[in-house]
């Protein structure tokens, strides 16, 4: 079956320090790929999506480029706010499996001051 | 802010008993997910919907949840008989398009079951 997998559970960076959260997939077909951040109390935001080798997605500052060779969908951010700790989840929607969100394991980002 | 709407926020129960959460999605979203995220971050897709009809569901072996997105009216889902193994974020999400739309997410209704 379909899987993502996020190398880093936790990451904890001081402010205006560079972000990448590393993202890999597996799938049959050719998914569509997504970026989420959770808040506390909240469901998950959609930050971006892409869908098709070598298209960059991006939002907020953050952005991570559909590399189908590696199977992977980094998320990178130049310089990380306090206001961006929360979790982050990488997904994929695969139509074979009727576009269901398969989420990797997120990523806890912590931004001290 | 979520434009999904999820009520209620919290939900207790006790093990046996049954527990119903309801699901406003965005309007003009014909497609409803539901998904449960456990203590460990996990998600587990349970069920969609377009329009009333249902698109996939994971094979509920234990028979326990059934879900429905009747017209005019809130979409749902029930736990039929409570386990703590139940206790989780129930998370519903609306799109426009089955075919790799973004999923749009509401606040979720939190279950435990005692």
């Known amino acids: 079956g379909d899987s993502v997998t996020q190398t880093e559970g936790q990451v904890a960076l001081s402010e205006e320090d560079f972000l990448t959260i590393h993202c890999n997939y597996s799938a049959s077909g050719y998914p569509a790929l997504f970026w989420y951040v959770q808040y506390p109390g909240e469901g998950p935001q959609f930050l971006f999506r892409a869908s098709r080798d070598k298209e960059k997605g991006s939002s907020r500052g953050f952005e991570a480029t559909y590399d189908k060779g590696t199977t992977s969908f980094h998320l990178r951010k130049a310089s990380v706010q306090e206001s961006d700790s929360a979790v982050y989840y990488c997904?994929?929607?695969?139509?074979?499996?009727?576009?269901?969100?398969?989420f990797g394991g997120g990523t806890r980002l912590t931004v001290r001051p | 802010n979520s434009k999904v709407i999820q009520t209620p926020r919290y939900l207790v129960k006790g093990q046996g008993q049954k527990a119903k959460m309801r699901c406003i999605p965005e309007k003009g979203h014909p497609v409803v997910f539901w998904y449960q995220q456990n203590k460990n971050n996990e998600f587990k897709f349970l069920i969609n919907f377009q329009n009333q009809e249902v698109l996939q569901q994971i094979d509920m072996t234990e028979k326990r949840f059934s879900a429905e997105c009747p017209s005019n009216s809130p979409c749902s889902l029930e736990i039929q008989s409570s386990e703590a193994g139940d206790s989780a974020l129930y998370l519903c999400?609306?799109?426009?398009?089955?075919?790799?739309?973004?999923?749009?997410f509401g606040p979720g209704t939190r279950l435990t079951v005692l």
């Open positions: 999400a609306s799109s426009l398009s089955s075919y790799y739309a973004e999923q749009f």
């Open positions: 997904a994929l929607a695969n139509n074979n499996a009727g576009a269901k969100l398969t």
